[in-house]
């Protein structure tokens, strides 16, 4: 079946622009994972989503950062006035519970300049 | 503060040899390990995964070793072969309701023919 997909695969914009970046998990997943790479570092979490429950956002880096996940399904990730230290590979990834193996999409290269 | 740690950022092995890939961690909350495999350019693929509870899980070529008082575990890939040319990542999760990934860095591994 298919895997976790992402959109766009590459962003450029200017400082101060927002970005959406979009993640359509494996169907029937219920549990959905946002992590960012910034250059030279490991992968840092930033949210989750499980089903209907609040949305676990402990690892946004700032309020410039929002996310929604529409039906139970689609995930985006907001950007507001971005920065050039929003700059890194953004990764989502999806399993069928949060007990389960976490299968990843290819990421969204974003470069802000 | 790293929870995470693989302190080598890059190993070098010959076909056929032996690949083992390090990593340390300092929380003990930590109850489940997984490495995870990344090729340029795409997302992680899960490789294999331990329970705090066991010691040793083998999948194939993979095995996974977990020294719990070491706080330490170790990925054996036996025989190598080119195409496990990839970085690893090492991973770690507490016990909770969201499951996030608490990870490395990653080590670069080339296996060279």
């Known amino acids: 079946g298919a895997g976790v997909s992402q959109s766009p695969s590459n962003k450029v914009t200017e400082k101060g622009k927002d970005v959406e970046l979009r993640c359509d998990p494996i169907s029937g997943h219920t549990a959905l994972y946002w992590y960012r790479q910034s250059l030279g570092q490991g992968l840092e979490f930033l949210i989750y989503f499980q089903g209907n429950s609040a949305p676990d956002k402990s690892g946004l880096p700032s309020d410039r950062f929002s996310a929604e996940r529409t039906g139970g399904s689609v995930s985006t990730l907001t950007i507001q006035r971005t920065q050039q230290e929003d700059s890194a590979v953004y990764l989502c990834?999806?399993?069928?519970?949060?007990?389960?193996?976490?299968?990843f999409g290819p990421g969204t290269r974003l470069l802000v300049l | 503060d790293q929870q995470v740690k693989q302190n080598s950022p890059s190993l070098s092995v010959q076909e056929g040899r032996i690949s083992i890939l390090n990593c340390d961690y300092t929380n003990s909350m930590f109850d489940y390990f997984l490495w995870y495999k990344k090729y340029p350019a795409e997302g992680p693929t899960f490789l294999i995964s331990i329970s705090s509870i066991k010691d040793k899980n083998e999948d194939g070529r993979f095995t996974v070793f977990l020294n719990k008082s070491a706080k330490h575990l170790s990925l054996h890939i036996v025989p190598s072969q080119p195409g496990d040319s990839a970085v690893y990542f090492c991973?770690?999760?507490?016990?909770?309701?969201?499951?996030?990934?608490?990870w490395g860095l990653g080590t670069s591994l080339a296996v060279n023919p």
């Open positions: 991973a770690a999760s507490v016990p909770g309701n969201n499951r996030k990934l608490i």
């Open positions: 990834a999806s399993s069928l519970d949060y007990q389960e193996t976490q299968y």
